[in-house]
């Protein structure tokens, strides 16, 4: 009996601890300030080179070659910048790569070829935000740029091609709400839970320490490692240095506690969580030309395109296990094609569209997830009006994806995805064409031995 005491002490506890942090709410978590920058750059180069000669059986001495050469060279740079403060959301990202390739073929059983291509691009995109006030209005700032150039020579046929891109816009808009990303604070959540399920920690923390906990989580998933090794020495270090400074753990511990510390660490925090409201009304003029050359003739293809939109975004952790998300929109496309020279745009230019999304997620652990989402949009398309009572269509979506954890030996993970789309709706008069398309996916893993 005397055994039994302080182990029905123990299950008490572990109730009520593991109750207590279920009932933290991830809505009030706020980031703290961050600022990181980033930038790769990566170089490649392979290829193949293939010789061989047969000769004949004959007296005549005849004999054929083949070559298959081919070599192919890059480059690329990726940078990003991320800044979050009481006044500034910013995300800034610019890609840009250079490829060339060069074939050669010679073959006794075909014609040959000798080809090169040459592929470069760059893009740039910069999304900032700016809060005033208690009510968090704001002005935003989304800048976008796209060059890109290819080309193509035929040596053989002594022809070349080459084609050219240029695209940019600038949306520009105000709203009021944010959104904040909250997953650092699940993490905190899980981790210190983890350490409870295996009677490591010798006492709980408040909200305002968990919130605490997790501002230090965020602070080290943007510092700038190169190293992913020494990365994660280093955040463990730090993690076990806090704990053990809050009193939550002792400064020696056993295996058990670093198992489980470097266990939920690593994938404690798969799915992104946030929280917030925010209506944002954005306008967005942009300019495109495509030029193309060849040996028979020209093409060209410019356009100017206007978009304005009026958006509505909820998020909401319902709990540390339950997501939802919702999004409501419409939106409209101006396009004026300015030159069409043997390019076609296929576009029509006045384009509109009202839409709404729902998404659920159920997070029980760290293993098994599930996700239920739907999306619903009406849209209408016309070149000679703003709306067109002939050209109106609709299209649902149902996505849904699960995977369940059941032991270390079995796992089931399915998705599912449904899509209607209807033409000609509102009009009696013109025949209403459908197109339905129902994918799926199950997949039971038995591991027998």
């Known amino acids: 009996m005397k055994r039994i005491y302080p182990f029905i002490a123990f299950l008490f506890f572990s109730y009520f601890s593991f109750a207590q942090y279920e009932n933290f709410d991830l809505s009030k978590y706020k980031l703290p300030e961050i600022k990181r920058h980033q930038l790769d750059f990566d170089f490649n180069t392979n290829g ?49 790569y250079l490829n060339y390739s060069k074939n050669k073929n010679k073959n006794y059983y075909s014609v040959d070829t000798e080809k090169s291509d040459l592929t470069s691009n760059i893009s740039a995109s910069y999304d900032f935000k700016y809060f005033m006030g208690e009510k968090q209005w704001f002005l935003t700032a989304v800048p976008y740029s796209y060059v890109g150039y290819y080309k193509r020579k035929d040596f053989e046929n002594d022809t070349e091609s080459i084609s050219k891109r240029f695209s940019g816009d600038l949306g520009i808009g105000a709203g009021i709400g944010r959104i904040e990303r909250v997953q650092d604070y699940r993490h905190g959540i899980l981790l210190l839970q983890e350490l409870e399920k295996r009677g490591v920690a010798k006492r709980e923390l408040s909200e305002a320490e968990v919130q605490t906990f997790s501002a230090l989580i965020s602070e080290l998933k943007n510092k700038r490692v190169f190293d992913s090794r020494k990365r994660k020495q280093k955040d463990l270090e730090t993690i076990h240095e806090f704990l053990s400074e809050e009193g939550v753990v002792d400064d020696v511990m056993d295996m058990n506690y670093f198992v489980g510390l470097e266990d939920i660490w690593v994938f404690g925090a798969l799915q992104t969580r946030e929280s917030g409201k925010q209506l944002q009304l954005t306008f967005t003029p942009g300019y495109t030309i495509n030029r193309g050359t060849n040996d028979v003739d020209d093409s060209k293809l410019e356009y100017v395109q206007i978009t304005s939109s009026v958006k509505y975004g909820i998020r909401k952790p319902v709990s540390i296990k339950w997501q939802t998300n919702y999004n409501f929109g419409v939106e409209y496309h101006y396009t004026d094609k300015l030159t069409e020279e043997n390019y076609s745009l296929g576009a029509s230019k006045h384009y509109s569209f009202v839409f709404t999304n729902a998404e659920i997620g159920f997070y029980p652990n760290t293993r098994t997830r599930f996700s239920l989402q739907g999306t619903f949009n009406i849209s209408n398309s016309s070149n000679d009006s703003l709306f067109n009572d002939e050209r109106y269509s609709s299209r649902f979506v149902l996505n849904s994806s699960a995977y ?46």
């Open 48 to 96: 193949s080179f293939q010789n061989s000669t047969y000769y004949y059986d004959n007296d005549m001495g005849e004999k054929s070659e083949r070559e298959d050469n081919r070599v192919f060279g890059g480059g690329e740079f990726g940078y990003s910048f991320y800044q979050n403060t009481d006044k500034f959301q910013i995300v800034g990202s610019a890609q840009s």
């Open 404 to 449: 369940y954890y059941i032991s270390e030996r079995l796992r089931l993970q399915g998705s599912l995805i449904l899509i209607a789309d209807r033409n000609g709706i509102f009009n009696d008069e013109v025949k209403n064409s459908k197109n339905n398309n129902i994918n799926y996916n199950l997949t039971l893993n038995y591991a027998i031995f």
